[in-house]
C-alpha cells in the first residue's frame, strides 16, 4: 500500500488531469512531482517553511521597474544558465550563448565603425574588431552588433540615478568583409545586485556575488540565429565562479597590450585590443539537418 505522502502526491497530481492545455498539464504534473519529492528530502519544519515562505514574498517585495529579484534568484541558482543551454544546444561551430542579462536597452545609437563608445569615460582603452560569419563560413556583411558593456567601475549607464543618453553601448554594422571595430574602455568585474534578499542568501552561504568583466554582444543577421553572447578577458578575476554561471571556455579571450605606436584609427596610447570572430547559426533547421 501507497505510504501517505506517495498518495498525497498522486492525488494533487490528479487533480489536474482535467487541464485542457498539455503543456501546462506536462509542467504542472512535474512541479508538483519534484516540489514534494523536494519537500520529502529536505522535510523541512513548519518553521522552516514559513521562512521558505517568507523569504519567496522579500523577493517578490523587491522587484519594482528596476529591479528584478526573481531573475536574480534564477541567475544565481544558474536557472537562467541551465534554460539559456536548453535553448541553444548542440552549437556545434556556432559562437556559445550566454544569458541577455538584466542591462540590454534595445535600440541603442548606430555608430560607424571605428567609433569610440566610451566616449569621455575614464579607463584603459579597448580597441575592440571581429568578425560576423555563418556556420558555413560565409562572412556576414550588414549583422547587427549591438555591444554593451559596464564603465570601469562596474557600473552600466542605466545603473546611474542620473542616467540621461546611453554610455558603453551602441550598434554598428558589418562592413562587406563582414567585420566591425570600435574604441571602448575595458570593462571591470562587478557584482550582481547584492542589497537585497538574494544578497543575503548568497552571504549566507558564503558566496561572492561578482561576475568577471564581459562585454556583452547580441547579433542579428537575416537568415539565421540571433546571437546573445559574452566575451570575458583571460586576466579578469572570477572567471571560474561566476556569481551567475554565464562563463564558457570558448568566450574567453586575450585582451593583450597593443604595440606601441600601432593603434587603429590612431587612437589613444597605450591600448588593448580584442579580436573575437562570431559564428552564427542558420536559421529554421533542425539539429538533426546539421
Ligand atoms: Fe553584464
Known amino acids: 500500500m501507497d505510504t501517505p505522502e506517495i498518495a498525497l502526491t498522486r492525488d494533487v497530481i490528479e487533480r489536474f488531469a482535467e487541464t485542457r492545455d498539455p503543456r501546462l498539464k506536462a509542467i504542472l504534473t512535474s512541479l508538483v512531482s519534484h516540489l514534494h519529492g523536494f519537500v520529502q528530502d529536505i522535510e523541512p519544519t513548519p518553521d522552516e517553511w514559513n521562512e521558505a515562505i517568507g523569504f519567496l514574498t522579500r523577493i517578490g517585495q523587491a522587484c519594482c521597474d528596476r529591479r528584478q529579484e526573481y531573475l536574480l534568484l534564477s541567475d544565481v541558482l544558474g536557472v537562467t544558465t541551465l534554460i539559456d543551454i536548453l535553448n541553444h544546444r548542440p552549437r556545434k561551430g556556432a559562437t556559445e550563448t550566454t544569458a541577455l542579462g538584466p542591462f540590454y536597452v534595445a535600440n541603442a545609437p548606430e555608430m560607424p565603425s571605428g567609433a569610440d563608445i566610451a566616449r569621455n569615460q575614464p579607463g584603459e582603452r579597448l580597441h ?152 552564427l547559426k542558420a536559421a529554421g533547421r533542425s539539429p538533426e539537418a546539421g
Not at 563582414?178 to 549566507?204: C, D, K, N, Q, T
Not at 546571437?227 to 572567471?239: G, R, W
Open 128 to 279: 575592440v574588431e571581429g568578425s560576423v560569419a555563418s556556420e558555413d563560413g560565409r562572412l556576414l556583411a550588414g549583422a547587427i552588433v549591438d555591444v554593451w558593456q559596464c564603465d570601469g567601475d562596474g557600473y552600466y549607464d542605466v545603473q546611474y540615478p542620473d542616467y540621461k543618453e546611453p554610455e558603453l553601448r551602441a550598434r554598428f554594422r558589418t562592413d562587406r568583409e563582414g567585420r566591425f571595430a570600435f574604441w571602448s574602455i575595458m570593462p571591470s568585474h562587478y557584482p550582481v545586485s547584492a542589497g537585497g534578499p538574494v544578497g543575503e542568501m548568497l552571504a549566507a552561504t558564503r558566496r561572492h556575488p561578482f561576475r568577471p568583466a564581459h562585454i556583452h554582444f547580441m547579433i542579428e543577421a537575416g537568415g539565421h540565429e540571433k546571437l546573445v553572447t559574452q566575451v570575458f578577458p583571460a586576466d579578469s578575476p572570477y572567471l571560474s565562479s561566476d556569481a551567475v554561471f554565464g562563463v564558457r571556455t570558448s568566450l574567453i579571450a586575450e585582451f593583450p597590450q597593443g604595440p606601441p605606436g600601432s593603434a587603429p584609427e590612431g587612437g589613444p596610447e597605450p591600448w588593448r585590443r580584442l579580436s573575437y570572430d562570431f559564428t
